[in-house]
């Protein structure tokens, strides 16, 4: 299987070598250069299945038998072994046709879990058999950090270096990431939003020579070994509810347009998907490109879903890929726009292309506290308020016959204070999680300058030699 960059300049990658690249050199992003197609008997045949299994199925499409069949489902099973659901992500309903699909069973109560095991895990083994190490740098906007530092920490083939927004994320996200005191674990709390966090992190592998000099990686959903491993779910939840016969819908908290576009290739693989629903808080951009056909960037709005805090959807740039018919040359200008002027128009095809396939809405904070507090009324089921957005986007776009699954994308314990300021019960940790607050924390505060991030974190790479 061969990867192609968005922007057309990059090296065409294999799978292993896509998921070291994670950013292209060209600044675009990895996709498959075509689909791996999946019959409707084997997407039928996934009915009743362990997680680890259909996992297997999915990804080894994409990895193309570059990793043994043998190891690669070794490092699947053992991905998912520490998940406390033994379904992984169950579906749970919610009201007459409309499903939450948890993904919070992993070890820091979020969806990042389901792709971080798995990704930590090849990426493990890719360096292993190279005999060689990586410095990993992403930005968070809290569940990316905090999956990404329990899927590394301790790691001899890696060091790991998290930039969040200071004060931006929730005290359980920040007290999950800094409470790690792994010696390959850095936290930097980056004087700035989550897009600046982003922006950086985009920098440095624009950076060459520091790229090379650190052997720089990425864990965002900007790395292909993170949505493929978060297409699974949507292949599990749809085929329960009768696919690949009968239709779903499913409605996606959406921020950096990672886990919405995981759905999108579920659908291009052969899923039999309705609608795909993005759901925005205040940070509507999508919502708004959608509805107007113009992507503009405004400043970022602070709410109680503070992971989707988010303006410049890294995602979004391999839907406009596909939404160009690929071409790399329809795509470059839109992206330059974004940096000159801070958006763009998107093409006519290209609108109607996206419209075809996704639904979009918007929920302020109000409509989302209302809706956890009704449906804990009414069905006694705890949302965190980002799976709120969904939820409530989700019931304005549903249609009649098609079951609707929203992505419950974290724990209510996560965000304490606005589950308890919405339905007046405050959802306890679990007791792996129970002295979090007890918990000593490190972590540096730096200012949004590249220069300052670049030394301090060559600073702190560790060199092979070190490990001996
Ligand atoms: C809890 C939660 N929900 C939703 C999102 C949005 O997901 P994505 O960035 O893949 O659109 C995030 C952050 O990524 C998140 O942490
Ligand atoms: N909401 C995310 C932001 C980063 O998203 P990613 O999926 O691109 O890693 C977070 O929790 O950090």
Not at 11 to 18: G, K, N, Q, R
Not at 34 to 56: K, M, N
Not at 367 to 394: F, K, N, W
Request: glycine fraction near 8%; hydrophobic fraction near 45%; charge should be negative.
């Amino acid at each position: 299987m061969e990867f192609v960059s968005t922007r057309g300049r990059a090296p065409v990658l294999s799978f292993s070598d896509a998921v070291l690249a994670g950013l292209a050199s060209d600044g675009g992003l990895y996709l498959p250069r075509e689909w791996p197609r999946l019959s409707l008997e084997e997407i039928a045949g996934f009915a009743g299945r362990p997680y680890a299994e259909v996992a297997f199925a999915v990804i080894s499409r994409f990895v193309g038998g570059e990793i043994e069949d043998d190891v690669l489902r070794a490092m699947i099973e053992d991905a998912y072994a520490g998940f406390r659901h033994p379904s992984v992500a169950p579906l749970v309903e919610l009201e007459p046709g409309h499903f939450a699909l948890e993904l919070f069973h992993g070890p820091t109560l979020a969806f990042k879990d389901v792709a971080m095991q798995f990704l930590a895990r090849v990426m493990d083994h890719i360096l292993a058999e190279r005999g060689e190490r990586a410095t990993i740098v992403g930005a968070t906007s809290g569940d990316t950090g905090s999956a990404a530092i329990e899927a590394f920490r301790g790691r001899d083939n890696t060091d790991i270096f998290i930039l969040h927004p200071e004060g931006r994320t929730s005290e359980v996200q920040r007290r999950q990431m800094t409470s790690v005191l792994d010696d390959n674990v850095h936290n930097i709390a980056l004087r700035g939003t989550f897009d600046d966090c982003q922006n950086t992190v985009k920098a440095l592998f624009n950076n060459a020579s520091f790229r090379k000099d650190v052997r720089l990686s990425g864990v965002n959903s900007i790395n292909w070994g993170r949505i493929v491993a978060q297409i699974v779910y949507y292949f599990t939840a749809a085929v329960s509810l009768g696919a690949p016969l009968r239709p779903v819908s499913f409605t996606v908290p959406t921020g950096n347009f990672g886990d919405i576009f995981a759905g999108y290739a579920a659908k291009r693989m052969g899923l039999n998907i309705d609608k795909l629903v993005i759901a925005t808080n205040a940070n509507d951009i999508l919502a708004r490109t959608l509805e107007t056909g113009r992507y503009e960037i405004q400043g970022v709005h602070p709410t109680i879903s503070p992971s989707m805090d988010i303006q410049i959807s890294s995602n979004f740039e391999r839907l406009l890929f596909e939404a160009v018919e690929r071409n790399p040359d329809a795509l470059g200008p839109l992206m330059g726009a974004i940096a000159q002027s801070g958006g763009f128009d998107l093409p006519f095809g290209a609108l109607a292309a996206i419209r075809a396939e996704f639904a979009a809405g918007t929920t302020n904070e109000p409509a989302t506290r209302q809706t956890m507090a009704e449906t804990y009324r009414s069905a006694e089921y705890l949302l965190d308020p980002h799976t709120a957005v969904g939820v409530a986007v989700a019931r304005t776009a549903r249609r009649d016959g098609v079951p609707m699954v929203t992505l419950a994308t974290a724990h209510p314990a996560k965000f304490p204070e606005a589950v308890r300021d919405a339905t007046g019960i405050e959802p306890p940790l679990p007791l792996w999680l129970a002295d979090l607050y007890e918990r000593p924390e490190r972590l540096s505060v730096l200012d949004n300058d590249q220069g300052e991030i670049e030394r301090f974190i060559k600073a702190r790479t560790r060199s092979g030699e070190d490990l001996h």
